[in-house]
């Protein structure tokens, strides 16, 4: 009973805000924004080809922010979407629901890329060629991180939140503080990377920012709209601190300065209102899914003619890049609607 009456009186503000809002197109183009920018931090998986260390540069400083960006954005729909979770039964049943969308997806291209990378790896030049079955298996399962399908993570790790985060915000919802200084806290405490609990602890903060803006989310959507070129600069500023801080201090720094600014540039920027990042965020999961499959794929056949060493990679990249991105585009619209199960697992 004390719990019915503690969920009703946690949730009743987020479902009159919910109650009042449509779809957000500003969220569409940011997860579009940000599976761009991972897309793109995938055409290179191991050594930057010789001759191109500006792609080498730009993948470092892409990765100071794009998956915390990544993950507040999704804190925000996970909060904007979370119905009325009141009773142990009805927490299972939305985690059941959560991982019954986003398991099969992941356990599938993971074994698909296992055997992809198995199979083509004696006729094309593949990243990291897998061990046997079984230690892929256990990889796949426990640490992911080191799995053919490593790029997976963050279905992975996103799973975890679903499970973690319907009882922090029913419980702690009410003092945000808290929940912003635990995701401060574990950020730096030491841990393993099984089941992903480096990441977890790692990228817990940006996805609890995401939460609990939602709580005031119309104030929330007002300062940054207000401030978006003071937030623009802070974040752009925010580069010097790798000059005087660890790499985890400066990550979070940079992370936490891109939010704000990297969603008031996708409300108002004149290239946020460019139609490619809906389309980008309407496939945010397919593209995440496929993307190392198709960029794999295209590399491995380009390379058998050129290389892609010096210029080579000037003309190689942006093929790269359109594969992994319109690639699983057409195959979701056009192959996998055909396909019940396939098409299902990967929405």
């Given at each position: 009973?004390?719990?019915?009456?503690?969920?009703?009186?946690?949730?009743?503000?987020?479902?009159?805000?919910?109650?009042?809002?449509?779809?957000?197109?500003?969220?569409?183009?940011?997860?579009?924004?940000?599976?761009?920018?991972?897309?793109?931090?995938?055409?290179?998986?191991?050594?930057?080809?010789?001759?191109?260390?500006?792609?080498?540069?730009?993948?470092?400083?892409?990765?100071?922010?794009?998956?915390?960006?990544f993950m507040f954005i999704s804190g925000i729909i996970m909060a904007y979407?979370?119905?009325?979770?009141?009773?142990?039964?009805?927490?299972?049943?939305?985690?059941?629901?959560?991982?019954?969308?986003?398991?099969?997806?992941?356990?599938?291209?993971?074994?698909?890329?296992?055997?992809?990378?198995?199979?083509?790896?004696?006729?094309?030049?593949?990243?990291?060629?897998?061990?046997?079955?079984?230690?892929?298996?256990?990889?796949?399962?426990?640490?992911?991180?080191?799995?053919?399908?490593?790029?997976?993570?963050?279905?992975?790790?996103?799973?975890?939140?679903?499970?973690?985060?319907?009882?922090?915000?029913?419980?702690?919802?009410?003092?945000?503080?808290?929940?912003?200084?635990?995701?401060?806290?574990?950020?730096?405490?030491?841990?393993?990377?099984?089941?992903?609990?480096?990441?977890?602890?790692?990228?817990?903060?940006?996805?609890?920012?995401?939460?609990?803006?939602?709580?005031?989310?119309?104030?929330?959507?007002?300062?940054?709209?207000?401030?978006?070129?003071?937030?623009?600069?802070?974040?752009?500023?925010?580069?010097?601190?790798?000059?005087?801080?660890?790499?985890?201090?400066?990550?979070?720094?940079?992370?936490?300065?891109?939010?704000?600014?990297?969603?008031?540039?996708?409300?108002?920027?004149?290239?946020?209102?460019?139609?490619?990042?809906?389309?980008?965020?309407?496939?945010?999961?397919?593209i995440y899914l496929m993307n190392t499959i198709l960029i794999g794929i295209?590399?491995?056949?380009?390379?058998?003619?050129?290389?892609?060493?010096?210029?080579?990679?000037?003309?190689?990249?942006?093929?790269?890049?359109?594969?992994?991105?319109?690639?699983?585009?057409?195959?979701?619209?056009?192959?996998?609607?055909?396909?019940?199960?396939?098409?299902?697992?990967?929405?």
């Open positions: 009973m004390l719990i019915k009456v503690l969920a009703s009186l946690v949730f009743s503000k987020m479902v009159n805000i919910l109650s009042k809002k449509n779809r957000l197109i500003d969220i569409d183009r940011s997860k579009g924004f940000a599976i761009f920018l991972v897309v793109l931090g995938h055409i290179v998986a191991t050594d930057v080809p010789q001759g191109n260390e500006w792609y080498g540069a730009l993948k470092f400083y892409i990765y100071k922010f794009h998956m915390p960006f979407t979370f119905p009325v979770v009141n009773s142990l039964k009805s927490y299972f049943e939305y985690v059941f629901k959560r991982l019954k969308r986003l398991a099969p997806g992941y356990l599938l291209f993971g074994v698909l890329i296992y055997l992809g990378k198995s199979y083509l790896s004696s006729t094309l030049q593949v990243d990291d060629v897998p061990g046997d079955v079984y230690s892929e298996m256990y990889n796949l399962l426990i640490v992911p991180s080191k799995s053919a399908g490593g790029s997976l993570w963050f279905v992975y790790v996103l799973m975890e939140m679903y499970i973690i985060f319907p009882l922090i915000i029913l419980f702690l919802i009410h003092r945000p503080v808290l929940i912003i200084l635990i995701g401060v806290l574990i950020a730096f405490v030491p841990v393993t990377d099984s089941f992903m609990l480096d990441r977890f602890c790692e990228y817990f903060l940006f996805f609890s920012i995401g939460v609990v803006v939602v709580q005031s989310y119309e104030k929330y959507l007002c300062l940054i709209d207000k401030y978006s070129y003071i937030f623009l600069a802070l974040f752009i500023l925010s580069f010097l601190s790798m000059s005087y801080f660890s790499q985890i201090d400066s990550k979070i720094i940079i992370g936490i300065f891109s939010l704000p600014a990297l969603h008031s540039f996708m409300r108002n920027g004149f290239l946020g209102a460019l139609p490619v990042w809906e389309l980008f965020g309407k496939y945010t999961y397919s295209a590399k491995g056949f380009m390379l058998t003619f050129f290389s892609w060493e010096g210029a080579g990679f000037l003309l190689m990249a942006p093929v790269l890049l359109v594969a992994g991105l319109y690639g699983a585009i057409f195959i979701k619209s056009y192959i996998l609607p055909r396909y019940k199960i396939l098409d299902r697992i990967t929405s």
